[in-house]
């Protein structure tokens, strides 16, 4: 291949010129596009007067293009031309935008908007709450689990506490000098009281649910005000009304009317996301950030759940939507300390906070979890949403983590190559891996005639607190085993009630109160099934059972 210059236009084009079996083919050059001028610089540039070849396009393959564009490259597609605008305005590309970010349900109405792209801009940038579903906070040593599922019933955002407690009425019993209590987990959302929830609000709008819009801003610090009264921002944190015509900025935070008292404010808040250098900067033990190091995650935030009056500094919110975090938020729950005389009405019917009125808050971080990281997979059976029995400790939650650390690669429950030797043979339709992603309960095996191979049993496990107690808080390893496979293999139990299950070596994690004097102890693992684990710890004399979550029944209201 050689440049050579076509002699009507000056343009340098590439000469095609081949020898095929010492045969040279004739050189052809293409025609000169018509949109295109040279500029000062010689280098040629677009003819703002000539049509754009785009618009040229068959409406059809106009459609198709712009379904592969996201959601603020649309909105900037639909700002150039009348003819681009009624294209990327076209509902069915937003409702496969909103569908996008809904699983387990079906999205068929835009109710309270008119349409799909004024339903997705009044919860942009928050439809990633939903599209992960699964989030749990750093509160305290307990922490919490809620899932956040859309409600098209009302065009709403909401998340509930994910709640568990044991119904079995069986007496504990006796297995090998080991007490073995008696599991039947009860798991349900605690749909009395949602965590937070986001109606549908247009943009220009101040109003939630018929309330004025209040931010929490910072008074300037009058101590460190400078002769322009500017202050440095550290001062009490206010209420103040948003101006309806300033436009919001992502820091600002989204008050929530959910029943509860006139001086008791819940806000939603978006996060800041930690660049690897900001994060590896912080210690393993420290509780500055969330999720924890020993929660496998590569998008950490700021940690506000151990203070008990958290302030929120410019390290904590995004200043633009580039720095929005999509997989953590926060919830604040604040009251209000008010003398009487800062209570005032500007209506018979409507109060106003009194800006100099102090205002406490907790806030509580809330993180996810990368799908993958709860998905079972044929060699790494075990990973999911478990819930597990701790005595008087009541029920907790936990991920069991798999870690791809052996090199090997995860075929799933059956490998690619066979799934496409078996397509093309068989002609079978085959679910797509991203559909398995989605699912949370037992391992679903690809639709064919053939019965799903039996699971692998290799590798790491590690049973991490996502919900915690007093002693082992959550985000610390509650048990781990070094190898499922031949290296852990203790052998197969005899006794009932886990005759014929395999047994594994473990470690279980224990301490005192206020996570002090931890340890790790001796214990076994039991694998009863991929859905049903029993864990001995000989030390305690004790067997807790765990149970597999299934996530995706819950994210569809009744």
Partial sequence: MEASKAPDDGVIWPAQIQTLKGKEVHTIYPEKPTNWNRGIDGNQVADPSAPCCLTQLPAELIATILSYVNPVDLTNVSRTCRTLYAHATDDRLWRAHVQANVPCQI??????????????????????????????????????????????????????????NN?????????????????????????????????????????????????????PNEDNAGEDGSGSGSGQPVWEREDPHQPTSPSDPVVMDLGSWSYIKT???????????????????????????????????????????????????????????????????????FQPSSWLRS???????????????????????????????????????????????????????????????????????????????DGDNVENDADASTSQGKPVSKKNNKKPRDPIYRGRLEAIKLTGDSNVPRGEASFVVDDLGDGGFVGVADEEPFAGARRVRSKGHIARAGFTSDEYIDGELVILSTDLLAHKWFQLRHVSYFRRVDIDKFLVPD
Wanted: aromatic share 10%; charged share 25%.
């Fill in 347 to 425: 209506s018979p019917v409507e109060p106003v906070f009194d800006s100099r009125m102090q205002f406490c808050e907790e806030v509580t971080t809330y993180s996810t979890l990368d799908p993958t990281l709860y998905t079972p997979t044929r060699q790494r059976p075990l990973r999911g949403i478990w819930v597990g029995d701790y005595g008087v400790h009541g029920c907790e939650f936990l991920l069991l983590h798999q870690p791809d650390d052996d090199g090997d690669e995860d075929e799933g429950f059956e490998s690619e190559s066979e799934t496409e030797s078996e397509s093309e043979t």
């Fill in 167 to 219: 119904r079995s009425t069986d007496p504990p019993f006796a297995v090998d000098n080991l007490w073995v209590s008696p599991f039947e987990p009860d798991i349900h959302l605690h749909l009395d009281q949602p965590s937070f929830r986001l109606p549908v609000h247009p943009h220009a709008d101040n109003h939630v649910q018929g309330r004025p819009v209040l931010t929490l801003k910072r008074r």
């Fill in 107 to 164: 999205v068929t109405s835009s109710s309270p908007c008119s349409t799909f792209r004024e339903l997705y801009r009044a919860h942009d940038p928050r439809w990633f709450l939903p599209r992960y579903k699964i989030w749990f906070g750093d509160s305290t040593y307990l922490g919490s689990l809620i899932l956040v599922r859309y409600d098209q019933r009302r065009g709403c955002i909401e998340g509930y506490l994910l709640l568990a």
């Fill in 267 to 337: 806000t939603f808040r978006l996060a800041r996301c930690l660049s690897r250098e900001e994060a590896d900067g912080y210690p393993s033990s420290a509780h500055a950030l969330w999720p924890s190091h020993s929660i496998p995650s590569s998008h950490r935030v700021l940690a506000t759940g151990m203070s008990i009056h958290a302030a929120l500094g410019p390290n904590h919110c995004p200043a633009s939507r580039s720095d929005i975090c999509d997989r953590a938020f926060r919830i604040a729950r604040g009251a209000f300390h």
